[in-house]
């Protein structure tokens, strides 16, 4: 069986307290690519988020040159006045090919709600761009309600299960999906196929905070069908992306 994975979670560059195992550069980050084998990424340099997206969102412009990798960017309130405002960020998205956004809540310290984002997050929703967000699920109900035709994609949520948070989000907000790079439980996966369907799952290693390879063979080894598997692998994300419209 022919899969071809598309890593929704991972980024490169070296930050001041590094993982273990980490990707200094494009060069490297496909390098541990071809060792997991995985064939394509969604990529942020980690300097967006352990930094500022200011500085480090435009790095990201140099992966044009590799086909296999492609850029997302980082979103700070518009009110800082830091980005372009919210009309000129989705143009300078469409000049650079970017069609995903991640949100770091925690490191750049802001709430994560209509209130914050009320210019912005009514242009994703209308070009249907995902937002990748690293936050807990309680905090994401909020956003959720105030916006659920917004994209939301809830990233390392694991390793323990959290089934008991997600499992109402999910029925209520059929635009919620998961990353998978905390299901490292096993039969979760199995799980959430079986009563969700695997159309909302995006497999995301979450590297360099984890192993690029251990999300990958869990997956592999899922007991699910085999279009199951490779709609998670990376089916899911490239039918996400393709509906975006800039």
Not at 37 to 54: E, F, I, K, T
Not at 160 to 178: I, T
Request: aromatic share 8%; hydrophobic share 40%.
């Amino acid at each position: 069986m022919i899969i071809n994975w598309y890593d929704c979670n991972c980024s490169y560059g070296r930050v001041a307290r590094p993982s273990h195992r980490f990707a200094h550069n494009v060069e490297e980050l496909l390098a541990e690519m071809d060792w997991c084998g995985v064939d394509r990424a969604l990529v942020y340099a980690a300097g967006s988020r352990a930094s500022s997206p200011v500085t480090w969102n435009p790095v990201t412009a140099g992966l044009r040159d590799h086909p296999r990798l492609a850029p997302t960017w980082a979103i700070l309130p518009p009110s800082t006045n830091e980005l372009p405002a919210p009309q000129d960020l989705i143009g300078a998205m469409r000049e650079g090919n970017v069609r995903a956004l991640w949100s770091f809540p925690q490191e750049h310290r802001y709430r994560l709600d209509f209130s914050t984002f009320r210019e912005l997050f009514p242009l994703l929703e209308k070009a249907r761009i995902p937002l990748f967000a690293k936050q807990n699920l309680i905090p994401l109900k909020e956003l959720l309600t105030e916006c659920p035709g917004l994209i939301v994609v809830a990233v390392n949520q694991g390793p323990h299960s959290v089934e008991r948070y997600l499992r109402p989000l999910l029925d209520d907000f059929p635009n919620l999906y998961l990353e998978t790079s905390g299901l490292l439980v096993e039969g979760l996966i199995e799980e959430f196929c079986e009563r969700y369907g695997p159309q909302r799952l995006l497999f995301g290693s979450g590297f360099p905070d984890q192993c690029l390879g251990g999300s990958l063979l869990r997956l592999a080894q899922a007991d699910i069908g085999d279009d199951a598997r490779r709609a998670i692998a990376g089916g899911n994300l490239e039918r996400l992306l393709a509906n975006v419209s800039l």
